[in-house]
């Protein structure tokens, strides 16, 4: 348990998918212009990811990991070089199958998040996630917190850097440093915030 | 035949420079941030996009006309991975030291956005021949960014250049240090605002719009 609560807390601030591992930045360079659709966003974010994670974790080691064939007369079948194909295609399928669940359910929740899930099929956050889990060895349950613990520090750092930019939308920027240049420049910054994070242990 | 050649100079300048899809469209800044410690990875990660997008481009442009639009994603997706698979599985047969330091990037070319942007925006709308053409010169464009963001922190954080040290021993004698702060995140962000900020104050070339 304070194992599993750990790998939460560094999931959100140490290791940040977004400021310590650079992924999602393309939505999060794009999404970010305000804060109401950058928690949108955020929480279809969330939501994906602790969806997405185990699903793959059971896809991968149920059928691609070296010898999970074993029971069908294939022990020494390693086919997890399959797993870029099938974990984009879980993503794309798992994204498409909760539009429709939330559609179906919700509208209201369907008004305030449908726009921002086609794009999450194609956030490198969902797969970067996926590849972690597998590289990083971890067992089922730690995959659901790893998802949920990742997708919660996206969603941080995206609220967190709208509202800076909201602010920063009066300030008087040098020419030609507007906009993209100066967004990276206080991701930069951000990134530093979280990384004093790093000598907690828990 | 002169007129060809100056329609595919002009897309390969059109991708490597003018609308350089890192400093000027935003794409693909995940990969870039975080293959960039080194200058040997980033050169790698580099050649790898370009060889992924050239190809995807030329694919998916190949088969516009057969693909319908609302699927198109998924189908362009899947030439991607398949693409991206067969670099990895090269990646870890002839440079495996790279290709474990590159970890889970090679994989995240399926995702980046330069790749399914070329593909969206371009592949879609033009012949294989143009759509190859300007598949290499985006990722060119994407490889420039990645190699001068590299040659900084490599530079300054660690003191190499692809791996020799270049810094005098005199210097370190003197007290000089590597700046510790260009090895982590945080450098490669300040690196990138800084480019496209220089980028933008260059003469000849379109600004951002605000």
Sequence with gaps: ?202 | MLAEKDHFKEILIKGIWKENPVAYQVLGICSALAVTVKMSTAIVMGIALTIVTAFSSLIISSMRKHIPSNIRIIVELAVIASLVIVTDQILKAFLYDISKQLSIFVGLIITNCIVLGRAESFALANPPADSFVDGVANGIGYSLILVCVAFIRELLGSGKILGFNVIPGFLVDMGYQNMGLMVLAPGAFFIIGLLVWLKNNLPGVSHEEN
């Design chain 1, 1 to 202: 348990m304070v194992d599993h609560l750990s790998l939460f807390i560094n999931s959100v601030f140490i290791g940040n998918i977004l400021l310590a591992y650079f992924l999602g930045m393309c939505s999060f360079i794009a999404v970010s212009k305000n804060v109401e659709t950058a928690t949108g966003l955020g929480f279809a974010v969330i939501f994906v990811l602790t969806v997405t994670s185990p699903v793959n974790w059971l896809i991968y080691h149920g059928l691609l990991a070296p010898g999970a064939l074993a029971w069908a007369g294939f022990p020494d079948l390693d086919l997890s070089f399959l797993k870029y194909i099938t974990f984009i295609a879980v993503i794309a399928a798992i994204v498409q199958a909760v539009e429709m669940i939330i559609d179906r359910y919700s509208p209201l929740l369907y008004v305030t998040l449908g726009v921002f899930l086609p794009l999450i099929a194609v956030n490198c956050a969902i797969l970067g996630t996926s590849l972690f889990m597998v590289e990083r060895n971890y067992t089922f349950m730690e995959s659901v917190i790893f998802g949920a613990g990742s997708g919660t520090g996206w969603m941080l750092a995206i609220v967190s850097m709208a509202a800076i930019r909201n602010k920063l939308k009066y300030a008087d920027c040098p020419r030609g440093l507007e906009g993209f240049g100066i967004t990276m420049i206080v991701a930069g910054l951000m990134a530093m915030t979280f990384m004093m994070f790093s000598g907690i242990t828990l």
